[in-house]
């Protein structure tokens, strides 16, 4: 059957555009006021549309707040990824772009970074989905670190560095560490270096 317009835009069209219009929604009431501030009457209510435009898109409030997590995570991974590939393969530069990729993200858009990292720890559905999502970073990481030891020690080094620089974003954002953004970025990057480099040693 054909897809029906209304004023010219197709309904497919106008329903992707309410479902982009929730997920913003629940991005932002996550990232700013937490996970408990998502259901579906508050989202409907500052998305300005009925519960029915909101079940035509999910389920429930469980799937909408998945769905903005997982957004959010496919755009770090993807800020990491072109930040990687457009760089220069020297080590520094290549570290130095993606903490500055990373924090672009995570910093600069503050309540993407809290969804991200901080909200997990508050939300059983996030924190079992974060546990899930973990293994595409440190493959990302695991990437590129020197070939060099076994495959277990890589994965390892990996786990340490993408937790560690979590760790630190997160205080960063809860308010813990209380540093100059530039002192957290080259600090970040020095870690980064340093388990590049001593990987790149392998095991002695």
């Keep these: 059957m054909a ?6 835009t197709k309904l497919a069209d106008r329903r992707a555009a309410r479902r982009t219009i929730l997920l913003d929604t629940a991005e932002r009431l996550a990232g700013e006021e937490g996970c ?43 800020a990491l990824e072109e930040a990687v590939a457009l760089s220069d393969p020297q080590p520094e530069v290549r570290a130095r772009a993606a903490v500055a990729a990373f924090v672009a993200l995570v910093l600069d858009a503050p309540h993407k970074g809290r969804l991200l990292l901080l909200e997990p720890f508050a939300d059983p559905v996030l924190g079992a989905h974060s546990h899930r999502l973990m ?30 620089l979590a760790s630190l974003f997160a205080g960063w954002l809860h308010g813990a560490l209380d ?7 080259a600090h970040c990057v020095e870690l980064v270096l340093a388990a590049t480099s001593s990987h790149g040693q392998g095991r002695r």
């Design 36 to 78: 408990a501030a998502v259901t579906v009457r508050s989202v409907c209510r500052q998305a300005r549309l009925t519960d029915r435009y909101f079940y035509e898109s999910f389920v429930g409030r469980d799937g909408l707040l998945l769905a903005a997590f997982e957004r959010v995570a496919d755009e770090a991974r993807r």
């Design 3 to 8: 897809d029906r317009s209304w004023g010219g």
């Design 179 to 185: 540093v100059p953004r530039e002192r957290l970025e």
């Design 135 to 164: 293994p595409v970073f440190t493959d990302l990481v695991g990437g590129q670190l020197a070939a060099t030891g076994d495959d277990i020690d890589r994965r390892m080094a990996a786990h340490a560095l993408v937790g560690g």
